[in-house]
């Protein structure tokens, strides 16, 4: 299995958020790091993504660079298969309702395929709330002509006959889109899981209002780093919808993948540029935060980070100033998140904070 000889990383917990109109929406939150909400597309199951090959590389490897809070949207996986409905408005509402839930303040998103357009409504609707805005694999919608209407009909079609079977045959059309270079293994995995993923259904009365989505007139007022990445011979969203994002974008960078798979995979080249991109783009989130100064720490907090630049473990510092031990632990994690540090480089880029104000 792909990726299999990677260290596994710690599983998330799932947990459950009500959306404006009461849907219950799963989320899940794992890795260390700058936090990053991962806005994905509709075939994901939190249950089973760990075990995927098609997606475990994915999350091990992003957990690796941030802390990742991730949901399945409404009608698939964890998350209600009955909710009220898929409009766009509700979609969004369900992003808001994560965000709450997770207790994020301020983070990077990244909108994967149909989760692009939600990811760039609420970077438009919330600028304080988002660091950095990534795009992948996706597109703003109100791009549909006659034969993408034709198509669309088509595959509901199918849908309608074919996802429920327990032969792979009609859903394996949507496989070979998705992952054309994937293995015998990778594909057999996505013609189970958009079974399991979801109904016929509320797959087709998703579709429905998807189609309807279009954000492009935001793009030109957002304000913020945007990163563009997109494999140019997938064929789920055309490489024209990724120039198309990074052209009207202000500021925005695109990164073309030399791959045909709409998700990436693990032993693909198109992997390590996708992730050294990423890790690049994230870099300045792992830095202390200037807008915090040693004035905003209280003198306890400043006077154990000082006893920390001089070597003593939290054992010792305890000791040094008569606390306990889990005292000394809640004050650095206070003036860790007053630092805009985490991670295991947090006691590290605490102290340097502080010891750079001082200086």
């Not at 989505?213 to 030109?220: I, K």
């Not at 695109?254 to 990436?264: C, P, Q, R, Y």
């Not at 632990?329 to 502080?354: D, F, I, M, Q, W």
Request: hydrophobic share 45%; aromatic share 6%.
């Amino acid at each position: 299995m792909p990726g299999s000889n990677r260290t596994p990383p710690t599983r998330d917990q799932v947990r459950f958020c009500r959306s404006i109109d009461g849907a219950r929406i799963a989320y899940a939150t794992h890795g260390e790091g700058p936090p990053l909400l991962v806005n994905t597309c509709w075939l994901s199951h939190l249950q089973h993504d760990w075990e995927s090959p098609v997606w475990r590389h994915f999350l091990a490897d992003l957990g690796r660079l941030a802390t990742v809070t991730r949901y399945d949207e409404r009608g698939f996986g964890l998350s209600d298969w009955d909710a009220p409905d898929y409009a766009f408005e509700s979609r969004v509402a369900d992003l808001e309702a994560v965000v709450e839930a997770a207790g994020l303040d301020r983070f990077a998103l990244l909108g994967m395929a149909q989760g692009g357009p939600v990811a760039i409504a609420y970077a438009h609707r919330h600028p304080a709330r988002v660091t950095r805005l990534i795009l992948y694999g996706t597109h703003a919608g109100g791009l549909h002509n006659a034969e993408d209407e034709a198509l669309e009909d088509t595959f509901s079609q199918m849908i309608r006959v074919g996802w429920a079977r327990p032969d792979a045959l009609f859903r394996r059309v949507f496989t070979n889109l998705l992952i054309p270079d994937a293995t015998e293994e990778q594909m057999r995995w996505i013609d189970e899981l958009q079974r399991t993923s979801t109904s016929a259904d509320v797959n087709i009365a998703a579709r429905s209002q998807r189609k309807k989505v279009d954000v492009r007139d935001l793009l030109g007022e957002l304000r913020l780093p945007t990163l563009v990445l997109h494999a140019v011979r997938e064929r789920m969203a055309e490489f024209a919808q990724a120039r198309m994002l990074a052209a009207s974008i202000p500021g925005a960078r695109l990164v073309s993948l030399d791959s045909a798979n709409h998700i990436l995979l693990a032993d693909e080249p198109a992997w390590p540029v996708f992730l050294a991109e990423l890790t690049a783009f994230l870099a300045p989130d792992r830095r202390p935060t200037r807008s915090a100064s040693r004035a905003e720490l209280t003198d306890r907090e400043q006077e154990i980070l000082r006893l920390a630049a001089h070597g003593l473990d939290n054992v010792a510092i305890a000791e040094r100033l008569t606390l306990s031990v889990r005292t000394v632990e809640r004050h650095l994690s206070n003036a860790y998140t007053k630092l805009g540090v985490s991670g295991k480089v947090a006691r590290t880029a605490a102290v340097a904070h502080l010891l750079s104000e001082e200086s």
